[in-house]
């Protein structure tokens, strides 16, 4: 049985190979992969979380950390779902209408699948209507956004009215972000949330599915 | 340092330009338009933008090329168009500046990061290769990488552009941390500085990301590790949003009123990035005719 401190540990220091042989020792003996997760491997994002907020972790260290968490799901991942285990979420995320920056969205699409979220990346410059149709065909039930320029951060308010009129809007949680984007905004345009940052996105994306 | 660095610095600190972005949206650049191709489809409008610049009292204006790398232009479709917009975009603030004014070319970011892996450091290398040659042909007097966040990429960018022999100036974002004294990758001004100075930047310096009072313990801190002159051009604020349209809090006057603090923390190249206008560059121009008086 190896010790599991190790997996918290390898996801802290963002050591995917050590997080994966973990990973795969435990499940070879029989280890619960539930439990891997939510009693290690979340922890550990949570630390590193924690580390961010103190500004001891900067982006590096959460995108290895975020990779190191990754390449433990891709092996749990089938086996939870081989027996039923529904992820926490389905998130469609993308960068709106126009804007063709991804660096913001590709970090909280990362983080928000070391969170344990099913994560359907669209893109840049994504319409409206490909969120919509994400809904509708995929069953997204969460919808994050995001926008660098002050020029496209319109596009959010218009995805929200089009989700609206396409009868969709019930049915998914708005999440919003990127370098202008305030709560005021958020609140202004009727979204369901805001985060400054990647770490925050994935509190935000916990609380959304919860309530 | 290179002459013309020390042609211009003789006199004492040297006033840049200010945003490039939104004057261009004053006259009629739509949103999401990509700013850079006005190079080719309303160069009359970008002339009108660094004329305002010269006439507001810039000694260094910059060009309308911070986009314009293969790798940000294959976003758009454009990446054929990388070297002849890079040439126009030079040859129009040339015909601006005429004798007034020099011309430091604007290389922005690929809008990749190196460490996530979709990108190599051959292709980033390559891009900006491109891009610095033909700034050079166009007739730019310097290079200027601005607006990084990753410091390997802002490396990589000064040695690019260093194969010119035009002289190069690095600069990068400080918006992180609680005090936004770090890039977005964590680098500090200190470790930032000294990198970009080993890979052969003339002059170093941080833009945008945040207002003028943050870009005054950056460059005492960089001014700390390294001699070269720093550069500083920073936002009017922070934007705020009021009915769909981003309002800048700071006035011309506020952000000059900083102007001899952000010279005494070492600044030699000082102007505005987001937000700011030919009006705050002529604001810093009375700030600093007054302090050239008094020395």
Known sequence: MPDLKLLYEAVVNGDAKASLAITQQALAEGVDPLILVNEHMVPAMDEVGRRFEANEFFVPELLIAARAMKASLEVIRPLLIARGDKPAGRVAIGTVKGDLHDIGKNLVASLLEGGGFEVIDLGVNVTPEKFIETVNLKQANIIAMSALLTTTMPAMKSTIEALKSAGVRDRVKVLIGGAPITQKYADEIGADGYSENAVGAVALAKKAVAT | ?295
């Open chain 2, 1 to 295: 340092m290179h002459p013309l660095l020390r042609d211009l610095l003789a006199t004492g600190p040297v006033l840049t330009d200010g945003a490039w972005g939104t004057q261009l949206q004053a006259r009629g650049l739509a949103v999401g338009e990509f700013p850079d191709l006005w190079n080719l489809e309303h160069p009359e409008k970008v002339l009108e933008v660094a004329r305002a610049y010269v006439a507001a009292g810039s000694q260094v204006i910059l060009t309308n090329t911070f986009g314009a790398n293969r790798l940000r232009l294959a976003a758009h479709g454009l990446e054929s168009k990388a070297v002849e917009l890079n040439r126009r975009g030079a040859a129009l603030s040339k015909e601006a500046a005429g004798q007034k004014a020099r011309v430091f070319a604007s290389i922005g970011p690929t809008g990749q990061l190196l460490m996530s892996g979709e990108v190599s450091a051959q292709q980033v290398s390559d891009a900006f290769l491109e891009q610095a040659q033909a700034l050079a042909q166009g007739g730019a007097d310097a290079l200027v990488v601005e607006t990084m966040a990753e410091v390997e990429e802002a490396c990589l960018a000064v040695k690019a552009a260093r194969q010119t022999g035009l002289p190069v100036v690095a600069c990068m974002v400080f918006d992180s941390g609680k005090d936004h004294d770090r890039t977005m990758m964590g680098t500090t001004p200190e470790a930032a500085a000294t990198a970009l100075v080993e890979a052969g930047a003339d002059v170093v310096g941080a833009n945008c990301g945040q207002g003028i009072a943050g870009f005054i313990p950056i460059c005492r801190r960089m001014h700390a590790v390294t001699n070269v002159p720093l550069w500083a051009k920073a936002n009017a604020g922070l934007p705020e949003m009021v009915n769909g349209v981003p309002v800048y809090r700071t006035s011309p006057a506020d952000f000059a009123s900083l102007i001899p603090d952000l010279v005494q923390a070492g600044a030699s190249f000082i102007g505005g990035c987001c937000g700011t206008s030919p009006d705050f560059i002529a604001a810093a121009k009375a700030r600093l005719d007054a302090l050239r008086q008094q020395n």
